[in-house]
């Protein structure tokens, strides 16, 4: 007997997204699974942000549905999708730390807003989970006075404040040189085998996909046009795929 298949902790439905007549996502279908890391690859413009952004209700669809643990997402209430949303944590691409709070200010904010904590008991998260970032004693220092790299450390500490079992990486390596965008796609990997969370990295760089992927999606033309294993990526027949992953001027995906 078959061995029933399990469901899966986000499942986009054809969905479908335009902005002033430009088509984004065109009957979109995704499937991502619990406790992997899914990274999603594409162009940049090809809407790999905004794909991000549905599976927060940050951004609703046209048509379709957002199902996170089976509960469509487009259909709540603001005070329903702030409860979904506690589920969830986003490193930005910017990091979007608050210039005028410090780090441990930061990272202390979402348990300050959805919490009941003490003091004592916020001081005790915030130092935690900036030691399991790599980041000892910095809770004093203001943003400004952090590196990019580590900047984008503060910020996945603050969205694993709230022990979240889903986050989003919105192209965490960008901006980062090699040894710091290693560094960071470790940190990733790391976080998802000691937190067992589900990761979704939005991304198109080709070198650090493969080494924290379990599973990667093309976005090309508004559609997943593949998904697999890293391994099945790499021996996959599809034109744009290969011409995306080789870093190829020429084939079906034209330059802008």
């Avoid at 990091?95 to 005790?124: W, Y």
Wanted: glycine letters at 8%; aromatic letters at 4%; one cysteine or more.
């Amino acid at each position: 007997m078959a061995k029933p298949e399990s469901s899966p902790v986000i499942e986009l439905v054809s969905l479908h997204k335009s902005f002033n007549g430009q088509i984004v996502l065109d009957g979109l279908d995704l499937r991502i699974e619990a406790g992997q890391t899914t990274v999603i690859i594409g162009q940049s413009g090809g809407g790999k942000s905004v794909l991000l952004k549905h599976m927060i209700a940050l951004i609703k669809p046209d048509q379709g549905k957002v199902l996170v643990e089976g509960v469509d997402i487009t259909r709540l209430n603001d005070r329903q999708l702030n409860n979904i949303r506690k589920n969830f944590g986003m490193l930005f691409q910017a990091a979007a730390l608050f210039d005028s709070m410090t780090v441990g200010e930061n990272v202390a904010f979402p348990l300050r807003e959805h919490t009941r904590l003490k003091q004592h008991e916020i001081d005790e998260i915030v130092k935690h989970k900036l030691r399991q970032v790599g980041l000892k004693g910095v809770a004093h220092k203001m943003p400004s006075e952090l590196s990019g790299g580590m900047q984008k450390r503060v910020g996945l500490a603050r969205a694993l404040a709230l022990d979240p079992k889903i986050i989003l990486f919105d192209e965490p390596t960008t901006g980062l040189d090699p040894i710091t965008a290693d560094a960071i796609d470790r940190l990733i990997v790391d976080t998802q085998k000691h937190t067992n969370a589900t990761c979704i990295v939005i991304s198109h760089d080709i070198e650090s996909t493969f080494k924290i992927a379990d599973t990667v999606a093309m976005l090309y033309h508004g559609k997943i046009v593949e998904i697999g294993k890293p391994e099945d990526i790499k021996s996959s027949k599809n034109l744009a795929l290969q011409q995306f992953i080789q870093g190829k001027a020429e084939g079906p995906i034209q330059v802008v």
